[in-house]
């Protein structure tokens, strides 16, 4: 017979509850690509701003002023905190963005979505008519998240922009490799 370790004289069921409460045995780390766990390792190490491991309410302080957002409010970091199930580990951090991007539709579902707006089939739709949309309609978009996307999603010279391009990136995470 082998040695026993402590580990092992556990029960099963005991051992499993254990595991949970350390934040073990989660499935999250499947759900993503091993380049974008990376990225997301990165991301937190950069909002860990004191690097305890933990993103605390200081840390998102400190890490929006350093973005050039410097009056943000107690309310609303406390709000982002408590999106939390507990204290924002790597694993918790990384189950939040899983548990957003699984929310998403699918790709054909948003494709299909912009298709009505393009009657010819051409992939593309013109940036004013999009702006109008966006900034009229529904969820109205502000002229700093319009600036934000041309600057990720350019239209072409003749003003239009591929919509395919940014349903790959909202399902996807990152452009098509061409």
């Known amino acids: 017979m082998g040695l026993e370790t402590e580990e092992s004289k556990i029960a099963p069921k005991k051992a499993k509850r254990r595991q949970q409460a350390e934040g073990g045995s989660s499935n999250v780390f499947s759900m993503f690509e091993q380049s974008q766990i990376q990225e997301y390792k990165e991301a937190f190490t950069i909002i860990d701003q004191n690097r305890d491991g933990i993103i605390s309410k200081d840390d998102l302080r400190d890490v929006l002023a350093s973005m050039g957002q410097l009056n943000v409010k107690n309310e609303e970091l406390e709000a982002m905190i408590k999106e939390a199930s507990g204290p924002i580990n790597f694993t918790i951090f990384l189950t939040m963005f899983g548990e957003k991007l699984k929310g998403a539709d699918p790709e054909d579902v ?18 004013e008519f999009l702006e109008e949309l966006l900034t009229t309609q529904c969820d109205r978009f502000s002229a700093e998240e319009m600036k934000n996307l041309w600057v990720a999603f350019p239209p072409d010279v003749a003003g239009n922009v591929d919509y395919k391009n940014i349903c790959y990136v909202i399902t996807h995470g990152e452009e098509k490799e061409e």
Do not use: Y
Request: no cysteine.
């Open 110 to 127: 948003i494709v299909s979505a912009f298709k009505v707006l393009d009657p010819e089939n051409t992939g593309t739709i013109k940036k």
